[in-house]
């Protein structure tokens, strides 16, 4: 995988360059200082994946990105983002633009480089094999069961599967989502109007303070009341609560109610907040009234989360490969079986649209 790093600092260069460097199958065929620089290479040569700083002179990353996409290059980009407000607004709206994922600058002016390149090599590498993954040849993936939507396989019911969710009343939903996830979910919820009357619990695989400007933009979309999970909070009928960055959310029934809590105990899965957390409770207080949703992503995330809800008699609600930019999370439920439907967006809207009527 050939990749250009685009930053206006030599030292963020520096550091993404090195992270990169020595990863099998991935070579670093280009530096830019600014998005004008970038593009002129881009023309004169091949790149599979560029890294895109968003605060540049000249052509800043947003316009950058426009700019790629307007000119139908075929080159992923993973977008560099501060860890504000300001930034995380940016990113997110990098990724509506066509970003493929988001990465979170390290913290702070004293971060020595050995500690900054450590931080970038952790949540970076993995993100870039992600796609290094993706340039190997497609196998075709075949599915069974009949359309319940339309003519087209949107939707198809799981070869083991003995409920349908087309009907189901659950009690609460549950959705897990990483690398592509933020595009879904503003995808999905543009087409769903709350207040909700069931609560909804939300794992995006996103840094902090990320995961609150993401929880405001489905606020805005829906008119549901999305919030980012406090410390100890009451669920409510109509709560939409996003697990923040960097801390696991779990469900505990108490005597007055049921609680959305927070943990920051050792990562899963290599992530936190992580979905399995999310689902294994949920389904321990919900059963087999919970619904639980695996939208595209990398990893095995909500693997074992979905077969604990579907051990209950809830039911699993997968994204298919096709509208997927990631199909890691939901091809790990698909390959164990472990889904009950498998659906496009499109599929995925209209199941919701009868569940949240």
């Not at 501060?82 to 066509?98: D, V």
């Not at 980012?228 to 469900?251: C, R, W």
């Not at 990398?298 to 990631?326: F, P, T, Y």
């Not at 439920?333 to 009527?357: P, T």
């Amino acid at each position: 995988m050939r990749i250009m790093v685009v930053d206006d600092s030599i030292v963020f260069r520096s550091q993404i360059s090195s992270a990169l460097t020595g990863v099998e199958g991935i070579e670093i065929v280009a530096t830019a200082a600014n998005g004008k620089i970038a593009l002129q290479k881009l023309e004169q040569m091949q790149v599979d994946l560029i890294t895109l700083d968003m605060e540049m002179p000249e052509l800043n990353g947003l316009e950058t990105l426009k700019l790629i996409r307007q000119k139908g290059l075929n080159v992923k980009v993973i977008v560099f983002s501060s860890q504000t407000i300001r930034g995380a607004e940016k990113a997110l709206e990098a990724l509506r633009e066509g970003a493929d994922d988001v990465v979170a600058k390290p913290e702070g002016d004293g971060v020595n480089f050995e500690t900054a390149l450590d931080s970038i090599r952790l949540s970076l590498v993995p993100r870039v094999k992600q796609f290094q993954t993706l340039k190997a040849p497609a196998t075709k993936t075949i599915y069974t069961g009949e359309s319940i939507l339309n003519p087209q396989p949107t939707v198809v019911v799981g070869k083991s599967a003995k409920q349908r969710i087309q009907g189901f009343d659950p009690q609460a939903i549950v959705i897990a989502s990483s690398t592509g996830g933020p595009t879904a979910l503003e995808t999905i919820f543009s087409q769903l109007k709350g207040p909700f009357k069931k609560p909804i619990f939300l794992v995006q695989h996103m840094p902090p303070v990320f995961t609150q400007i993401l929880a405001k933009r489905i606020s805005a979309l829906t008119d549901a009341p999305a919030t980012e999970a406090a410390v100890s909070q009451k669920v409510t009928t109509n709560s939409f609560l996003v697990a923040p960055g960097d801390y696991h959310m779990i469900l505990n029934k108490q005597a007055d109610g049921i609680y959305a809590t927070l943990n920051q105990t050792a990562m899963r899965n290599s992530v936190r907040p992580a979905a399995d957390n999310l689902f294994e409770t949920a389904s321990e207080i919900y059963g087999h009234q919970l619904l639980g949703i695996v939208l595209t992503g990398m990893g095995e995330d909500g693997l074992i989360g979905a077969k604990q809800v579907r051990s209950k008699g809830g039911r699993v609600l997968i994204q298919n490969k096709e509208s997927c930019v990631v199909f890691g999370m939901p091809g790990a439920c698909f390959a164990q079986d472990e889904y009950d439907e498998i659906a496009s967006l499109d599929g995925i809207i209209q199941l919701l649209k009868g569940i949240l009527k």
